[in-house]
């Protein structure tokens, strides 16, 4: 299905790494951990990354920030990314 999609958006998972493979463009929506280890990595690929809450050291979906991932980020890159 990846191979046949014309855009993959999702977030660190197996399937977002199996579209990047088949040079899938993507977007991928990370949350907090190693940045860079494991980010799908050719042109077609588009990042974001959401950070932990300032003071707080483990993850909850109360502290998280990945609220701050915008629609219209997001928007922007599909439109990147299929333009």
Known sequence: ?????????G?????LHIAA???TPNIA???PGVKNVFYPKNEK??????FLARGHKQQ???NTTIRSITINEVKQS??????
């Not at 977030?11 to 399937?15: D, F, T, V």
Request: aromatic share 8%.
């Open 11 to 15: 977030n660190e998972s197996g399937p």
């Open 21 to 23: 493979a088949q040079n």
């Open 45 to 50: 690929s588009i990042v974001h990354h959401y």
């Open 1 to 9: 299905l990846c191979n046949r999609a014309q855009l993959f958006i």
């Open 60 to 62: 909850t979906i109360e």
């Open 29 to 31: 929506l990370f949350g």
């Open 78 to 83: 599909v439109d990147k990314l299929l333009s």
